[in-house]
């Protein structure tokens, strides 16, 4: 089966046919990064007009690279939410028409399951269950993921997200939007141990997190110091140090909770390489395992829709998605854990 699968959540254009026996084909992806930096964030409109831009070009350009034509297309898997409201609807609309202009299936595919299961993409690949630690610019959640579609949330973020938090440090810093990967680039500059920040609700008992407190706390480390150059590096590591330790000892605890071995980290700020040095390096001690996605697959894609969309349809294959798609809606705010195993939405 050959699955189309588009993702237009927020500020990137991601397209990918997958096949169920081959795997991955091709994959082309349109950032938008540079036209939103200049306005420090975001621009809902101008990001839905980007996408209507770009997507048909998109899907010709993965079409060729992989050789194949629309014809031979089984499903289209479209991220239906969460996400930005407009620009979601330029993904489902395209995907929509298609499904109808190809007589083939039309799947809405929750953006956070994409992430969840992207590390399926590589190999060696996790086996379910596993816990999975979902850390993106909008979301910081642990899941028990007992197999496609059976999400079970074991904490979560009170306040900001992991990236959320790191963009609007990386702001604080000086830096551009988004600011995660700069920020991290920055802080390999910092000495640690010079600044020593909160690691906020480490001891809470439970599996969630606070990560507002932290920009606070970095913004007062600023105002005291003067903006050298090596003091914003070592602001940078200290920020970054805190907010590694707790993800870490969070999802440590989650998995000894769950008595499970297997760790999925997903979502942009998986691509942290301190997080995942030090990951590796504590949870090999304890006998887990942890599976990352390619650093491509890490931040928003459209691969891991395409995967989301086939993993479900083989899973369903012999219900009402084998008819095309007549009518959609989207769903920009949409809880993961409200997913079922039968598509019923
Ligand atoms: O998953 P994603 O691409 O988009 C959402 O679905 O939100 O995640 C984007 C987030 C941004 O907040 C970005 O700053 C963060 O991931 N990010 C990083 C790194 N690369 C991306 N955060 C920390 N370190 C990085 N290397
Ligand atoms: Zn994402």
């Not at 060729?64 to 479209?78: K, P, T």
């Not at 009170?158 to 990967?181: H, Q, S």
């Not at 949409?334 to 039968?342: D, G, V």
């Amino acid at each position: 089966m050959l699955v189309l699968g588009i993702e237009t959540s927020c500020d990137e254009t991601g397209i990918a046919l997958f096949d169920t026996q081959e795997g991955l084909l091709s994959h082309a992806l349109h950032s938008q990064i540079a036209m939103h930096n200049e306005y420090g964030g975001v621009v809902p409109e101008l990001a839905s007009r980007d996408h209507i831009r770009r997507i048909l070009p998109l899907i010709q350009q993965t079409l060729f690279s992989a050789n194949r034509s629309l014809n031979q297309i089984n499903a289209i898997a479209y991220t239906q939410g969460p996400g930005l409201a407009g620009a979601l609807l330029v993904g489902a609309s395209v995907g929509s028409a298609l499904s109808y202009a190809l007589n083939i299936p039309a799947i809405g595919i929750h953006h956070l399951e994409g992430h969840l299961l992207s590390p399926l993409l590589s190999t060696p690949a996790p086996t379910f269950p596993f816990v999975a630690l979902l850390v993106s610019g909008g979301h910081t959640q642990l899941m028990r993921v007992n197999s496609i579609g059976q999400y079970e949330l074991l904490g979560e973020t009170v306040d900001d997200a992991a990236g959320e938090a790191f963009d609007k440090t990386a702001k604080l810093l000086g830096l551009g939007y988004p600011g995660g990967a700069a920020l991290s680039k920055l802080a390999q500059q910092g000495q640690s141990g010079r600044f020593k920040l909160p690691r906020p609700m480490l001891n809470s008992g439970n599996l969630n997190f606070s990560f507002s407190g932290l920009k606070t706390a970095v913004l007062t480390l600023t105002n005291k110091h003067q903006s050298t150059p090596q003091t914003l590096a070592d602001i940078a590591l200290a920020f970054q140090e805190a907010i590694v330790e707790v993800l870490i000892e969070k999802s440590l605890s989650a998995l000894s909770q769950t008595n499970l071995k297997q760790l999925v980290v997903a979502g942009g700020v998986g691509a942290n390489d301190q997080l995942r040095k030090k990951l590796s390096l504590k949870a090999n001690k304890a006998g887990i395992t942890v599976f990352y996605p390619e650093l491509e697959f890490c931040t928003d894609n459209g691969a891991m829709i395409a995967l989301a969309g086939a993993l479900r349809l083989q899973a369903e294959h012999n219900n009402k998605l084998s008819q095309p798609t007549r009518s959609f809606t989207v769903r920009p705010r949409w809880n993961l854990a409200e997913l079922t195993f039968t598509h019923d939405r």
